[in-house]
């Protein structure tokens, strides 16, 4: 019998998207489906289109909270009301390709931490492609994901959690509410971060040794207005998640290397200096920038180098 697969969609306010985001659920090839719907005190018509769908569809669970909560905790609200094997977060403003689930789950295997499957970055009508997601689909070693996610960002992996499916028992084990910061940052507002973390809490399971990657473009994450990621600037979140990451994860020792990153950063950007500020008392490290910089070009080079070979053995 094939395996239970849940499909969460924590939503808030997204009349304009919802519709679409269940329909590319329900529409999946794989049957055995739960899709758990937790809706955070909608104001808008959210809740009268969700209810349209509960007519059409028993698999679709539907949930209100008494009060909103805040995205992050909905989120974990989700995560704790799925009970299939696997799970895939669907933002309520996205959209995935009718073949999503049973092209990941055909390539889950023991030591797979997770899949993930190519995206674009689309408008708010889904009609133009802005972005195409260009990381390579082989798989990767969770080591090297780890290192490019947290020193590189040169393979283009997603820091959603939106391009892949997960165990449901990873996700619960894996989840972060609070970020620790200095600079008094609620990643709970906004989720930035806390989506980053839980891939590379799963990444990090001595149990797992590999990711692996999808060659189609299975997601689409649209870009609108009213999207988090759009309308504020992330990336200090997203790097005080990195230095959770790593200083919870000394046994790596890439201290250093982070260092080397934050310090590189901090010279393009000035935004980045109290972070790494912090880091340098932390960790009481030398960094080396020159060093940092050299590995980031060969790096670069590498993905471009497979990238033309691969195409040109085609």
């Given at each position: 019998m094939e395996s239970l697969v849940s499909i969460l969609i924590p939503t808030?306010?997204?009349e304009l998207y919802i519709r679409?985001?269940?329909?590319?659920a329900i529409n999946q090839k794989y049957k055995n489906l739960e899709i758990i719907i937790v809706d955070n005190c909608s104001k808008d018509n959210t809740t009268e289109?969700?209810?349209?769908?509960?007519?059409?569809?028993?698999?679709?669970k539907y949930y209100i909270n008494k009060e909103n909560i805040g995205p992050v905790l909905n989120w974990h609200k989700c995560i704790e009301l799925a009970s299939g094997e696997y799970v895939k977060i669907l933002w309520s403003d996205d959209l995935i390709d009718d073949n999503f689930i049973i092209d990941t789950i055909s390539i889950f295997s023991n030591n797979t931490a997770f899949v993930l499957t190519g995206y674009n970055i689309s408008d708010s009508e889904s009609k133009k492609i802005l972005y195409n997601s260009k990381f390579q689909y082989k798989n990767y070693s969770t080591i090297e994901y780890i290192r490019d996610l947290l020193l590189f960002n040169t393979?283009?992996?997603?820091?959603?959690?939106?391009?892949?499916?997960?165990?449901l028992k990873d996700l619960r084990n894996s989840f972060v509410i609070e970020i620790p910061n200095n600079e008094n940052l609620d990643s709970k507002i906004n989720g930035a971060g806390n989506d980053l973390l839980m891939m590379l809490n799963i990444a990090i399971n001595k149990k797992y040794d590999t990711i692996k990657c999808i060659n189609k473009k299975s997601t689409i994450f649209r870009a609108h207005k009213n999207s988090f990621s759009i309308a504020n600037n992330l990336n200090i979140y997203y790097e005080y998640a990195r230095l959770f990451f790593v200083a919870s994860n000394i046994e790596?020792?890439?201290?250093?290397?982070?260092?080397?990153?934050?310090?590189f950063l901090s010279k393009r950007n000035k935004s980045y200096d109290v972070i790494?500020?912090?880091?340098?008392?932390?960790?009481?490290k030398k960094t080396n920038i020159v060093k940092y910089i050299v590995q980031k070009i060969y790096y670069k080079f590498r993905l471009k180098l497979f990238l033309f070979l691969n195409n040109y053995s085609k």
């Open positions: 808030y306010n997204r679409e985001a269940i329909e590319s289109i969700i209810n349209d769908y509960l007519k059409l569809d028993n698999r679709i393979c283009d992996f997603p820091v959603s959690p939106a391009s892949a499916i997960f165990r790596l020792n890439i201290t250093n290397s982070y260092l080397s990153r934050l310090l790494y500020k912090h880091a340098k008392n932390k960790f009481a």
